[in-house]
């Protein structure tokens, strides 16, 4: 069993059919379907369902698949790892990113990075926390930024320091909120704009005080709550960090003092799979 058979095998799992597995190894579909021929007789197992329309893996293929993945990255890893040696360190990073990763502390970190790695080149995936975390899940990438909460089972995470939720709109909305702070219980009727993430948090303060939140909207990402907060829309909630820059004169931002609206951002790595050295390298230094 070599190396590049077990690359045709993983490339059908994951396109879900052998046309879709030719395409992406640019190769035709009759040796593909030979090569996994052979791969069964050398394994003497059947790997996939062949009565199905859809690639469906038995039993012994979904062992294989699992055991395949960490035997490749295990190779490349082991390539990289050769050449850092010889030339240090350099090729691709496979990193995810969420949107309100995108901030001032953040990009000054990464730029850090790179000047001290100018070897390295960056492939971004973004997303929100839970779709980089199955990306990270599947391998197709490497290491991601996040933010909690998050599951950690099974991740090596480094963390940076606790930042509090902020309150960001137009300066109607805070005329009877003096000074750079606000309670919850300040924050009642006022038109709530949150990322959908944190419903759950953001309610339970309100109903920690007895009070039902007035939300106005609900999103799939952060950068839509800064948008419609400093276009005047409604009060958005987010993370000091994924506060936008206002370019609207009368936006104001305030603390929002509770102890259970804070979040932190982090790097998470998978600590069953292996990782490049660039990958290594950037979970250890990542925030110093």
Not at 45 to 57: A, E, K, P, Y
């Amino acid at each position: 069993m070599d190396i590049r058979k077990l690359q045709y095998f993983t490339a059908i799992v994951d396109e879900g059919s052998i046309t879709g597995a030719a395409k992406r190894l640019h190769m035709s579909q009759p040796p593909l379907s030979t090569q996994m021929k052979l791969l069964e007789e050398e394994l003497g197992v059947i790997l996939f369902d062949r009565g199905s329309r859809n690639i469906q893996l038995t039993d012994a293929g979904k062992l294989l698949y699992n055991r395949a993945h960490a035997i490749l990255e295990l190779s490349e890893a082991a390539v990289q790892e050769l050449k850092d040696f010889g030339n240090g360190l350099s090729g691709t990073l496979r990193l995810g990113m969420i949107s309100s990763a995108a901030t001032g502390t953040v990009c000054g970190w990464m730029k850090e990075f790179a000047e001290k790695y100018p070897r390295i080149i960056f492939e971004i995936s973004e997303g929100n926390t839970y779709e980089l975390l199955e990306q990270l899940k599947q391998g197709r990438i490497e290491t991601t930024l996040v933010r909690t909460p998050f599951p950690m089972e099974g991740l090596e995470c480094r963390f940076l320091e606790r930042e509090p939720m902020i309150a960001v709109g137009s300066g109607h909305f805070f005329a009877d909120v003096p000074g750079d702070e606000i309670t919850v219980e300040q924050l009642a009727g006022k038109p709530l704009i949150i990322y959908r993430r944190w419903e759950t948090i953001i309610t339970g303060a309100f109903h920690e005080k007895g009070m039902e939140p007035d939300i106005f909207c609900k999103n799939e990402d952060a950068r839509t709550t800064a948008i419609w907060a400093d276009a005047g829309l409604g009060v958005g909630i987010l993370p000091r960090s994924a506060v936008l820059r206002s370019w609207a004169l009368d936006v104001q931002k305030k603390v929002i003092r509770n102890e259970k609206l804070y979040t932190q951002m982090a790097v998470a790595r998978r600590k069953d799979r292996y990782v490049s050295g660039i990958a290594k390298q950037f979970v250890e230094e990542f925030g110093r």
